[in-house]
């Protein structure tokens, strides 16, 4: 999948700004260790503005359009209505949080397995160790879904930037020494 190109000319560049994303992520995700419940109610926040935004787009092209589609008519409603719930109840907010969490990191196991297959240098195993450390993330929300746990949802995501980060960070050292 990624090869060093022949001309690395461009290679230190990304390589610097791989190393400076890389210790960002690392930032993030030891605040989000050290304050977990911030991050978490930050995340829900986020996360309820995302929905908000998505049923108010939905709404005014549904209204633009003059579509008199009722499905997509109480989905927006529907949208609207879970941001304002994620904000007024925690219970709602976590529980959503928690699936949409779950889900994500099974998607990065994904990624990160395919990227360290693809890697053909030291850092894949980094790769495979955030692979491993998202996929184990991931099962524990969706089997054991922390509901009024939202410091652990707070933490996972911490746990999971970091991994992450140390993974780029390795491969910006390995892209580097090819310079």
């Known amino acids: 999948m990624w090869k060093i190109p022949e001309d690395k000319s461009r ?7 791989a190393q400076k994303a890389a210790m960002l992520q690392i930032f993030i995700g030891l ?13 829900i926040v986020f996360l309820s503005l995302l929905f908000l935004t998505s049923g108010l787009v939905l709404g005014y092209f549904t ?17 609207i209505l879970l941001a304002f719930l ?3 109840s925690s219970f709602i907010g976590v529980l959503s949080l928690g699936v949409l969490l779950g889900l994500y990191f099974f998607g990065d196991t994904i990624i990160n397995t395919q990227l360290s297959k693809h890697i053909k240098h030291a850092a894949a195993k980094y790769w495979l160790l ?3 450390v998202a996929l184990a993330l991931g099962i524990f929300i969706l089997l054991f ?3 009024n746990m939202i410091h652990l949802l707070g933490a996972f995501i911490g746990i999971t930037y970091l991994f992450n980060a140390l ?7 390995v892209l580097y020494s090819n310079l």
């Open 130 to 132: 955030a692979a491993i």
């Open 11 to 17: 290679l230190g560049m990304y390589a610097k700004n």
């Open 167 to 173: 993974a780029l960070y390795k491969t910006s050292k």
């Open 31 to 43: 605040i989000a260790i050290v304050y977990p419940l911030i991050t978490g109610k930050l995340t």
């Open 86 to 88: 994620m904000n007024m």
């Open 145 to 147: 879904l922390p509901h």
């Open 63 to 79: 209204y633009i359009t003059k579509s008199n589609d009722t499905k997509v008519i109480r989905k927006s409603i529907l949208l």
